[in-house]
């Protein structure tokens, strides 16, 4: 089982749903809330790290116990290499440290705007779907809105609200602060798209679970 599986309890996904209900009882706005485990595999990454523990371990035991010998070096490295690239997958907290920061806000990123088109964010009505799109390897998170929404509320003041949920995801408090950010986005939302007579609800309110 993946662990945006499990990242958030039922009774954690039920006061998401139940937060997002109540924003949009109050706006024509849609939220939606997506938990990825990753948003890349990072090969690159993986393929480096094997090869420098790897290669490490390689030349530790031919230069200790094989007299420094080039033809053990060889293929010991290759198959240190090759079990540390399968290993270094298990190990996400070390895995980060062979990818840089760019490329993993870069990952997320157009991982957040795949979510936003799969999850039908950008059908909306009035073009006012928010997406709140969480990445548990990257422990990033962003908030994605459609084109109605951005000319009301400038895309920085959404980067605020992911700001909080991510330092949440860091410490353990997601779901809490998740609830509040989605409640303080709605009432902007209110302000600048008060719900309709003839409003229906477009997307469910239930905590995607992406892959």
Not at 29 to 44: H, I, K, L, N, T
Not at 52 to 76: K, M, N, Q, T, V
Not at 162 to 180: H, I, P, Y
Request: charged share 25%; net charge negative; with cysteine.
């Amino acid at each position: 089982m993946n662990r945006a599986d499990t990242f958030f309890t039922q009774t954690e996904k039920d006061a998401i749903s139940a937060a997002i209900k109540d924003v949009e009882n109050k706006t024509a706005g849609e939220v939606a809330v997506m938990v990825v485990d990753e948003s890349d595999s990072y090969p690159e990454a993986v393929i480096l790290a094997g090869i420098i523990f790897g290669g490490f371990a390689g030349l530790i035991i031919a230069d200790f116990f094989l007299g420094a010998s080039l033809w053990h070096f060889i293929p010991l490295a290759f198959g240190f290499s090759l079990l540390a690239s399968l290993l270094i997958r298990r190990a996400p907290s070390l895995l980060r440290y062979f990818i840089s920061p760019a490329r993993l806000e870069e990952r997320v990123e157009k991982r957040a705007l795949r979510a936003f088109y799969e999850q039908g964010l950008y059908k909306t009505r009035d073009n006012t779907g928010v997406l709140f799109f969480l990445s548990l390897f990257e422990r990033k998170v962003w908030v994605l809105a459609d084109e109605g929404i951005y000319q009301k509320i400038d895309k920085t003041e959404l980067a605020a609200y992911a700001t909080e949920v991510a330092a949440a995801v860091k410490s353990g408090n997601a779901a809490a602060v998740l609830c509040t950010e989605i409640t303080r986005v709605g009432a902007i939302l209110a302000e600048h798209f008060p719900i309709r007579d003839d409003d229906t609800n477009e997307l469910s309110n239930r905590v995607i679970v992406g892959r």
